[in-house]
């Protein structure tokens, strides 16, 4: 029987991914050449930011609660905070 991941393991991933997502969009592309998504991204970076650093912990929490299942979506989740996080400090 195929690993059925938990809906909380969904929605970690779509909001690390969402998350990942919003950072590298601001890193590429001029967010305040127009001024309101320079002030909807202005809006919503410290939600953001605290996600950034919540979402590892959380999907590291429901791995362990999973008992670190190889298929489960928090191992892709983590590892996806703990890339953007890397960029986020190391990166340019």
Same mark, same amino acid.
């Given at each position: 029987?195929?690993?059925?991941?938990?809906?909380?393991?969904?929605? #970690?991933?779509?909001?690390? !991914?969402? #998350?990942?997502?919003?950072?590298?969009?601001?890193q590429?592309?001029?967010?305040?050449?127009?001024?309101?998504?320079?002030?909807?991204?202005?809006?919503?970076? @410290?939600? #953001?930011?605290?996600?950034?650093?919540?979402?590892?912990? !959380?999907?590291?929490?429901?791995?362990?609660?999973?008992?670190?299942?190889?298929?489960?979506?928090?191992?892709?989740? @983590? @590892?996806?905070?703990?890339?953007? #996080?890397?960029?986020?400090?190391?990166?340019k």
């Open positions: 029987m195929p690993y059925k991941n938990s809906i909380s393991g969904k929605l #970690v991933f779509f909001l690390t !991914i969402i #998350v990942a997502y919003y950072w590298f969009l601001g590429v592309t001029d967010v305040y050449r127009f001024e309101v998504v320079g002030a909807v991204y202005e809006i919503l970076w @410290l939600p #953001v930011l605290v996600m950034l650093f919540v979402l590892p912990v !959380i999907a590291l929490v429901l791995l362990i609660k999973e008992k670190r299942n190889i298929w489960s979506l928090n191992i892709y989740s @983590l @590892l996806i905070g703990v890339v953007t #996080v890397l960029c986020m400090i190391f990166g």
